[in-house]
């Protein structure tokens, strides 16, 4: 009965022992297991991270680019109209002839201002357009140095 009794004790020593030491293999398998996770978790945060920056940086490009769009087709829409015409006139005997340019702003069909009227008295066998575009207001002398022969006709 001794070595019986020994036997089923050594036996529950036994399974006691395997028990604990499948137990801990299976703790350190499953922490491996989770350690891999957690890389790839962090790997996938680190991308998506950096894909979020690039996104807002291209949506940021993308809303500049269309700022900027927008305001050149705006500017692009804004135009000046402008007429010249000869004024004389009659004081005593005599005639004074004075070129008078009239301006205004317009966006599409829209006029921004009113007229802008400028007088410039001259005398016979000036240049007119070149006095003319001394004289404009909203053009400038910018635009006025920018005219090319093909612009010069479309006017």
Do not use: H
Request: hydrophobic share 45%; glycine share 2%.
């Amino acid at each position: 009965m001794n070595v019986a009794l020994w036997w089923i004790t050594w036996s529950a020593i036994c399974a006691l022992g395997t028990g604990i030491l499948v137990y801990f293999v299976m703790q350190s398998r499953m922490e491996v297991l989770l350690a891999k996770q957690r890389e790839e978790l962090a790997f996938a945060r680190a991308e998506l991270s950096v894909r979020k920056e690039t996104l807002l940086e291209s949506l940021k490009n993308v809303e500049d680019y269309t700022r900027r769009q927008a305001l050149d087709d705006f500017i692009a829409d804004i135009r000046v109209e402008e007429r010249s015409y000869i004024r004389e006139q009659k004081v005593l005997f005599v005639n004074r002839k004075s070129l008078i340019r009239q301006e205004r702003i317009f966006f599409r069909n829209i006029p921004l201002s009113n007229w802008v009227e400028q007088e410039m008295p001259f005398e016979e066998g000036a240049d007119m357009e070149k006095l003319a575009k001394t004289m404009s207001v909203f053009a400038g002398e910018l635009e006025a140095a920018e005219v090319t022969p093909v612009r010069r006709l479309l006017r």
